[in-house]
């Protein structure tokens, strides 16, 4: 009887230490501020801030890596002059009435959806450095010499440290940013600047 008794007080234990563990959370919900600069270019100036919301999902880990998949909805705040004037080019038409336009400092908005991947190296277990490269599909509310209005894409790579305290995520993340249009409008010079992001995130 009490051999008995034991087996399923064994068994019920077990049961509960396996199964009665938590999952490994894989999914996390942010938010994120940056700001940033053009990479020095005598032609213009351009300075943003923006906004994101930040989904990451862990979709592989393996001995020394973490692979996320990072989705990134983003609204980016843009100030722009063009200082050169000759960058408009006596071929265009009207192509004084565009220099006159284009050297006013103008607000630049841009609606973007970053989608990428992270790959993730933990240092510790509170600690962990990335990359992270993204692509996305870009509007511009605003034609610039360098971009037409409309339709664009926004390319990021950065270099991420991530402090872990308890369910929370706090990232700093310098990184490359560049906008095109890919050619699919007539202005496709883009712009390049150099961002750094602050991120709060929430395991779930």
Not at 141 to 148: A, V
Not at 182 to 193: K, P, R, V
């Amino acid at each position: 009887m009490f051999q008995r008794q034991f087996l399923i007080f064994t068994f019920v234990l077990q049961f509960c230490v396996v199964y009665g563990q938590p999952e490994k959370r894989r999914l996390q919900l942010g938010f994120a501020y940056g700001y940033g600069n053009e990479l020095r270019d005598k032609d213009y100036t351009y300075t943003n801030s923006f906004y994101k919301i930040h989904l990451g999902y862990i979709f592989e880990t393996d001995t020394h890596f973490q692979y996320e998949l990072v989705l990134q909805p983003e609204v980016n705040f843009g100030k722009h002059q063009l200082l050169n004037k000759y960058f408009v080019e006596p071929h265009e038409p009207d192509y004084e009435a565009l220099r006159e336009r284009f050297t006013k400092r103008k607000t630049v908005h841009d609606y973007i959806l970053n989608v990428g991947i992270a790959v993730r190296k933990p240092i510790t277990k509170s600690l962990d450095i990335y990359l992270l490269g993204s692509v996305g599909p870009m509007i511009t509310d605003t034609e610039t010499e360098r971009l037409s209005k409309g339709f664009a894409f926004s390319d990021v790579i950065a270099l991420g440290i991530s402090l872990k305290i308890n369910t929370l995520y706090f990232d700093l993340r310098p990184g490359l940013r560049h906008v095109s249009n890919g050619g699919f409008q007539g202005s496709n010079a883009g712009f390049n600047t150099l961002n750094v992001e602050f991120q709060v995130s929430y395991v779930l």
